[in-house]
Nanobody, 120 residues
């Protein structure tokens, strides 16, 4: 099995910054894509940002220019730097992993989620 451990959420004032981290461990042969989704109150889960093994990135339009995503391939970690946070960024943020298992299956996994609240 695969475990995803998230950290870095919390309460921040509008305009502030937070950095989310996610570490993957378990029966992983290789990681294809890592990233973050979020689900705000009364909303569906949506993509925030993802990064492929080759370094290609994809961001939601609403976070472009404010959020950056990076990976540490050696440690199977992904980071989301969130700057200029807005109240509408308030959500539970979920780490996402698309990987090839040791048995060579293509699988996905989700972290348990970390709360980000932007409020004065």
């Amino acid at each position: 099995q695969v475990q995803l451990v998230e950290s870095g959420g919390g309460l921040v004032q509008p305009g502030g910054s937070l950095r989310l981290s996610c570490a993957a461990s378990g029966r992983i042969f290789s990681i294809n894509t890592m990233g973050w989704y979020r689900q705000g109150p009364g909303k569906e889960r949506e993509l925030v940002a993802v990064v492929t093994s080759g370094g290609s990135t994809n961001f939601a339009d609403s976070v472009k220019g404010r959020f950056t995503i990076s990976r540490d391939n050696a440690k199977n970690m992904v980071f989301l730097q969130m700057n200029s946070l807005k109240p509408e960024d308030t959500a539970v943020y979920y780490c996402y992993l698309a990987y090839t298992s040791i048995s060579r299956y293509l699988l996905t996994s989700w972290g348990p989620g970390t709360q980000v609240t932007v409020s004065s």
